[in-house]
C-alpha cells in the first residue's frame, strides 16, 4: 500500500517553520522532539517538500547515520545536493549506510575526488573541514536561502572529536545567514541544551527552539479513514481515542496497532496492544534491558514512566518498597538506581528532572505485571 496514504502531514506547523525562517530575522531553528514521534517524516515529507516546491535547496543529513563519522554524513548530503537530481532520490539516499568510499565533486574544482570514510572518522583533517566550509559557499544563496536539515543533531556532541566539525560548521552557517537557513530536531532536551543553550555550547542562542507539536484527534480520524479504505472494516473511533491516549499520541505506536488489527482480523482492540507491546519489547530491545535490571532499578523506571518528578520523596520510597516487596529505599539506592538507568542510555536529567527517554519505553514500562518488579533481575 503507498505510505503516502498513511502519512499525516503536519502542514500548519512547516509553514510556521518555513515563515519564520524566510520572513523573520531566524535564521536557524531548533526543533524537540522524544524518538519515534515523527521528526524525521516531518522533515522529509512535509518541511523538505515545502521548501523545495517553493525553489530552495534542501540539504538533509543525519547525525544518527554514521555516529563515528558525521563529517561524512555532511560532506555527503551537501555534495549529492549540489549535483541535483530528485528531492526524494536524495531522501532515500540519505537513508542507506555511506560507502566506504565517498565520490565527491568539490565546489569549483570540477573534478570528482574519493575520500576512504575511514579517513573521516576521528579528529578531522583541516582540507576536509575547509571542504566543509567550500560547500556551504557553494549552497548559500541570498535571494532563495538553502535549507539545511540536520537530523538527530545533538548525536554530533556526544564525542570531543567532533568539537572541531561543530566549530567549524557554526563558522560557516554565522557568515552565512543570508544563504543558508538551518533546522536542527533532536530526542534528546539534555542533548540540545548542550548543544544550544548551556553557555560553552558550540551553538549557544544560535537557534530559535521549538517543540514538534503533540498530535490530536485529526490524526486518528485520518488514520482510520484511510484504515477503513484499506482494511474494509471500520474502527470504532471511541475505541481508537482510547487507545491513542493509551499509548501517549505516539503515531507509530497507534499506526502499529491499526497494522495489527489489519493482519490479524482475530485480535480485538486490546489484544491488538498488547501484540504490539511485546514486539516493541523485542524490536527495540527493551525486554533485554529490562531483564538485566534488579527489581528497585525496574521500579525506579516505572516511576519515570508514570513522570514523577520527586523521586526521592518519601511517598516514592514508599511506593517502591509496595512494590517491590522491600524497605523503602535510601536516597543513595534510589540515585543508584536511576544513574545505573542513565548508563543503560533510557533516563536523562534535565533541569533536575529525572525522566525516561522514549515515549514507547514509557508505554512498554507502565504495561509491565506487578510480578515484575518482585523478580530477582540479572547482576548489574
Known amino acids: 500500500m503507498p505510505k503516502s496514504e498513511w502519512h499525516y502531514p503536519r502542514e500548519a506547523f512547516a509553514q510556521q517553520i518555513y515563515d519564520l525562517l524566510i520572513d523573520s530575522p531566524a535564521s536557524a531553528i531548533s526543533i524537540f522532539g522524544p524518538r519515534r514521534t515523527g521528526k524525521t517524516e516531518f522533515l522529509e515529507d512535509d518541511l523538505a517538500p515545502l521548501a523545495h516546491g517553493k525553489k530552495h535547496r534542501v540539504v538533509y543529513a543525519s547525525m544518527w547515520q554514521t555516529l563515528d563519522a558525521p563529517l561524512?554524513?555532511?560532506?555527503?548530503?551537501?555534495d549529492t545536493t549540489l549535483r541535483g537530481g530528485k528531492l526524494t532520490d536524495r531522501l532515500a539516499a540519505a537513508a542507506r549506510d555511506l560507502a566506504p568510499k565517498l565520490?565527491?565533486?568539490?565546489?569549483?574544482?570540477?573534478?570528482?575526488?574519493?575520500?576512504?570514510?575511514?579517513?573521516?572518522r576521528g579528529k578531522p583533517q583541516d582540507n576536509h573541514l575547509l571542504l566543509l566550509d567550500q560547500y556551504c559557499e557553494r549552497l548559500a544563496n541570498d535571494k532563495r536561502p538553502t535549507f539545511l536539515l540536520f537530523d538527530e543533531f545533538q548525536e554530533l556532541a556526544r564525542t570531543e572529536i567532533s568539537a572541531p566539525i561543530i566549530a567549524a560548521l557554526r563558522t560557516s552557517l554565522d557568515i552565512r545567514q543570508k544563504g543558508l537557513v538551518s533546522i536542527f530536531t533532536g530526542s534528546s532536551q539534555d542533548g540540545l541544551r548542550k548543544v544550544f543553550s548551556a553557555k560553552d555550547a558550540p551553538f549557544y542562542r544560535y537557534a530559535t527552539q521549538m517543540t514538534l507539536p503533540t498530535l490530536d484527534e485529526a490524526f486518528v480520524d485520518h488514520q482510520l479513514k484511510v484504515y477503513k479504505?484499506?482494511?474494509?472494516?471500520?474502527?470504532?473511533?471511541?475505541?481508537?481515542?482510547?487507545?491513542?491516549?493509551?499509548?501517549?499520541?505516539?503515531?507509530?505506536?497507534?499506526?502499529?496497532?491499526?497494522?495489527?488489527?489489519?493482519?490479524?482480523?482475530s485480535l480485538t482492540p486490546k489484544t491488538a496492544l498488547t501484540h504490539v507491546?511485546?514486539?516493541f519489547g523485542e524490536q527495540f530491545g527493551f525486554a533485554d534491558t529490562w531483564n538485566d535490571l534488579k527489581p528497585l532499578q525496574r521500579a525506579t523506571m516505572r516511576l519515570l514512566a508514570d513522570h514523577v518528578d520527586q523521586i526521592y520523596a518519601d511517598a516514592s520510597t514508599t511506593k517502591l518498597a509496595r512494590m517491590t516487596g522491600e524497605d523503602a529505599p535510601t536516597r543513595s539506592k534510589v540515585l543508584s538506581a536511576v544513574r545505573r538507568l542513565s548508563r543503560l542510555g533510557v533516563a536523562e536529567k534535565l533541569e533536575d528532572r529525572w525522566s525516561l527517554n522514549d515515549p514507547l519505553l514509557e508505554v512498554w514500562v507502565r504495561a509491565r505485571p506487578d510480578t515484575d518488579f518482585i523478580e530477582a533481575g540479572s547482576q548489574t
Open 103 to 120: 565520490k565527491l565533486k568539490p565546489p569549483g574544482s570540477g573534478a570528482e575526488i574519493e575520500i576512504d570514510v575511514g579517513a573521516l
Open 72 to 78: 561524512a554524513s555532511l560532506l555527503y548530503a551537501f
Open 229 to 265: 479504505s484499506k482494511a474494509k472494516r471500520a474502527i470504532e473511533r471511541t475505541e481508537a481515542l482510547r487507545v491513542f491516549d493509551k499509548v501517549e499520541r505516539n503515531p507509530l505506536f497507534f499506526q502499529q496497532w491499526l497494522i495489527a488489527m489489519m493482519a490479524h482480523a
Open 277 to 279: 507491546l511485546d514486539g
